[in-house]
């Protein structure tokens, strides 16, 4: 019983890690370069964006709603804060583009979670909407693309310290995975919000003012879709109205694949990371194993679903009381 | 050597049950009843909270199955004797018993006329249905209740009260029910609502069996023909209720008249004393619920605020506790006049809630058993520079709470679910009291667990309050727990303050015909 029980947290809690060190194994086996020191800064460096994304929406699913149109706020965040100073008010300073980015990112956060949290409208549609409109305002605004972005604002993105061979990316997923780990498992925010997640009503009628809660998750990642869209900006020196169409998908399977339930109430910033690396350290090993490109979807998918598989039995086998 | 004969008042004798028992780890619930039902009767069946009178309907109607005792239902070819072991709803339903449930369940969506003939549409042919037939039954369903909808409505749009008196309809008229139980159907319904649907069974009742539970004793005596009184899971009498009034019946349910139960160890306060007033109430409503309700809580008492389920009484706890918005009226305590508000402003004022749905309003799921119990207090559980979360903090409020409470958990990280019922019942007043709150609100905390536990739980109150000198507002649905733990107790009778009784003044008695509406 107990060797079964520690089975079934190893397949779920640790999953994700040990789908990670396979990763590594079969990675080696394929390319023995996989395993160095740069490739290994690379796969993390590439992450990063996606991590962030990845950071944002796990709150969001913790209290058990969701946010679609990140992938679009990811794109309209850069680009409005660089057409800002670079054509509409040129003789602003170039460093005012950085906050200005944040700030769409609370914007967009901050209206879907009105319609959701408080006009009570659903967060999926919305979501979904918004997704069509704020990408059609992108394409609108920049029907070519956005070249020669001022320094500043690709400093986070691009930049190498240690002769060129440590990005700088590093260090800001570091710092933002150490925000978020502090925030959901030291303060009491974090607890608030899988409250709020496993039983809003509960939570409510416990004190917890659960609209603040939410109305807090939803800017979060509002913030951090415009944040990541920053860096990888950042990283391509550029801005297409395309970035991040479609990537929300990506999102949250990283997110479901590092064990927050959908339904809320539980979840970990540590695992939402780990579903990230995965994902990314798979593109890269069946990039380098020459996979036909176009089996890659349908490996990310087997992986997500035996995931999902996984936890659908913790799930089960928790709810029966 | 049978209770009643052939020659019983009614009609043909429908359905016989003899001594049947049925016992729940540390409770009796039935003990050796037996109860004829018989066409062309209605047959109220009443009793206290826990008497009985739920269980038997629910095995009648197979949902529970029995220790001893058997069921004869008379059926169209004679008395059958129903094999109680494979006895369940469906064999239920073959034989003609149907039941009421207290809550009706329709396909919201759907309407009326599709909601009556989803299980079995009415065929014209093999492949179309008879549209004609179908409405026309669905109207002749309406009229008999005067409800003036088309059969096109769709149910979400029917009232509350009048989907009630729908499946009432759906189950007596279009189904083939020869007996019929009801479960507390009329608690949802106005006194004219009540009129409609008994003067429908009236109507009848002359080819089906009719059983009813009901809290209400006034609606016996006006529209039953028969009724049977439970008490701690006996059958005391079945009689006519020709040779029954108010009174008479109200003594059968609560019983002798017994010294008032008391904790020994504890000490209840002296009301003559005048006692400082810490929260008081003045002229309190939220339609439709209840309205103009005044009152005072004293340090250091426990106020019982009881009623029927659909007198207010609950949703006036929940305004109290700002879970629900006041309409109208003001609370004042420690000085402040509260604005309704929100039960995390309440929370700030020292004012917490208790809620009688654990499952749905109580518990958090997903969660450990350590994070249930803090769940009020994680700010205050914090600790600088950075405001996190001390875990030796954490686990020091678990720990005093699972040996204040003697709450059974196996450890602080294990589940809720992982609890008895009880036990979880104790992790929600556990937090609750790790607020240090000065005013407790607590609709039912002794709902839907063990005698025990109830005990343990009721005579924790009573000593909590006096060490922590707060207030409680209880809600109890058993009188005699109400008279164990209060100093006061305030009944509430269709949204109205009904009566007061302080503790020397108690009557099990008396505070039944309070609640009942007797004057």
């Known amino acids: 019983m107990r060797l079964r029980s520690f089975l079934v947290l190893a397949m779920t809690d640790f999953m994700v890690w040990v789908l990670l060190a396979i990763l590594m194994v079969a990675g080696y086996i394929v390319e023995p370069r996989f395993i160095t020191i740069d490739n290994l800064l690379n796969i993390i460096s590439h992450t990063t964006p996606l991590a962030i994304m990845v950071f944002g929406l796990a709150l969001l699913l913790m209290i058990g709603r969701i946010d679609l149109s990140m992938e679009s706020t990811y794109a309209l965040g850069p680009i409005v804060a660089n057409l800002l100073v670079m054509t509409w008010f040129p003789s602003l300073p170039d460093f005012f583009a950085l906050p200005v980015c944040i700030l769409i990112g609370i914007c967009v956060g901050y209206f879907n979670g009105y319609l959701s949290v408080k006009l009570g409208v659903s967060d999926f549609l919305v979501g979904l909407a918004m997704l069509l409109f704020v990408r059609g305002v992108v394409k609108y605004l920049i029907p070519e693309g956005l070249y020669g972005i001022p320094d500043s604002f690709c400093y986070l993105g691009s930049e190498r310290l240690l002769d060129g061979r440590f990005p700088v990316t590093i260090i800001v997923l570091a710092v933002v995975f150490t925000a978020f780990y502090l925030i959901t498992r030291k303060r009491p925010f974090g607890r608030r919000l899988l409250a709020t997640g496993s039983n809003r009503e509960a939570a409510f009628i416990s004190g917890i003012n659960t609209n603040r809660v939410q109305m807090t998750a939803f800017v979060v990642a509002g913030a ?18 395309g970035m991040g169409e479609d990537y929300i998908m990506t999102v949250l399977a990283s997110v479901v ?24 350290t798979l593109e890269n090993v069946l990039t380098l194993s020459d996979v036909n490109p176009f089996l890659q979807d349908a490996v990310f998918g087997f992986i997500l679903l035996s995931a999902i598989v996984f936890h659908g039995v913790r799930t089960r086998q928790a709810s029966r009381y | 050597m049978e209770p009643e004969s052939e020659n019983g008042p009614g009609g043909r004798e429908s ?28 047959h109220g069946l009443v009793g206290k909270n826990g008497a009985g009178k739920s269980t038997v309907v629910k095995i009648l109607y197979g949902v529970t199955n029995t220790d001893a005792g058997n069921i004869e239902i008379n059926g169209a070819d004679g008395p059958v004797e129903v094999r109680m072991a494979d006895y369940n709803p469906i064999r239920a339903r073959e034989m003609g018993v149907y039941m009421v449930p207290q809550e009706p369940v329709f396909a919201l969506d759907l309407t009326i006329e599709e909601n009556f003939f989803m299980a079995n549409p009415l065929m014209k042919g093999f492949l179309t249905m008879d549209r004609e037939e179908m409405r026309d039954r669905t109207v002749r369903c309406l009229r008999d209740f005067e409800l003036d909808f088309s059969p096109n409505l769709k149910i979400r749009d029917v009232p509350m009260e009048d ?19 009801l479960d507390e159907v009329t608690s949802a319904l106005r006194k004219n609502k009540c009129d409609i649907l008994f003067a429908y069974l009236n109507r009848v009742k002359k080819d089906k069996a009719i059983a009813l539970i009901t809290h209400r004793v006034k609606e016996v005596i006006e529209f039953c023909d028969l009724v049977t009184v439970f008490r701690n899971g006996r059958r005391v009498v079945t009689d006519s209720v020709a040779n029954m009034d108010e009174g008479k019946l109200a003594n059968l349910i609560v019983g002798e008249n017994v010294e008032i139960p008391k904790f020994a160890e504890a000490s209840y306060i002296d009301l003559s004393a005048d006692p400082k007033p810490m929260l008081s109430a003045r002229g309190l409503s939220c339609a439709p619920f209840f309205s103009d309700i005044s009152f005072a809580l004293h340090e250091g008492e426990i106020l019982g605020v009881t009623g029927l389920v659909e007198s207010g009484a609950p949703q006036l706890l929940r305004c109290l506790a700002g879970v629900e918005e006041l309409k109208g009226g003001s609370v004042s305590f420690k000085g402040k006049t509260l604005p309704a508000a929100t ?39 914090a600790v600088p520079p950075f405001g996190f979360l001390s875990r030796s903090r954490e686990e020091e409020s678990y720990r005093e709470a699972v040996s ?94 009904a009566g007061e009784f302080h503790r020397s003044e108690f009557s099990e008695d008396a505070i039944f015909r309070s609640i009942q509406g007797f004057v």
């Open chain 2, 15 to 42: 359905l016989r049950i003899r001594g049947i028992s049925k016992r729940y780890p540390g409770v009796t619930a039935l003990d050796g009843v037996d109860l004829v039902l018989r066409k062309g009767e209605i």
């Open chain 2, 404 to 497: 204040s409470f003697n709450l059974k958990s196996h450890s602080p990280r294990s589940n809720i679910l992982s609890l008895s019922g009880g036990n979880q019942q104790k992790a929600i007043l556990t937090r609750l009291i790790a607020t240090g709150a000065s005013i407790f609100i607590l609709d039912e905390p002794t709902k839907g667990i063990d005698v025990g536990t109830v005990y343990e739980i009721l005579r924790y109150l009573r000593q909590k309050i006096i060490s922590k000198n707060c207030g409680i507002i209880v809600n109890l649905s058993s009188i005699e727990e109400m008279l164990l733990v209060c100093d006061r107790v305030l009944t509430i009778v269709d949204g109205r303050m």
């Open chain 2, 163 to 181: 989907r009630h008196l729908l499946y009432t309809a759906l189950v007596v008229d279009l189904y083939p029910s020869r007996i019929v139980l």
């Open chain 1, 224 to 241: 951090m879709a415009s944040f990541a869209g920053m860096i990888s900006a950042g990283r391509q020196l550029s801005c297409t109205n």
């Open chain 2, 343 to 381: 039960p995390d402003f309440a929370l700030r004022n020292g004012i917490v809630y208790g809620t009688n749905d654990r499952l749905n309003e109580g518990n958090f799921p997903e969660l450990s058993v350590m994070d249930n119990i803090n769940a009020c207090v994680w700010s205050r559980l």
């Open chain 1, 257 to 280: 694949l590092g064990g927050v339930v959908m339904t809320g109430g539980r979840g970990t910033i540590i695992g939402a990371l780990g579903g990230a690396l995965v994902l990314q």
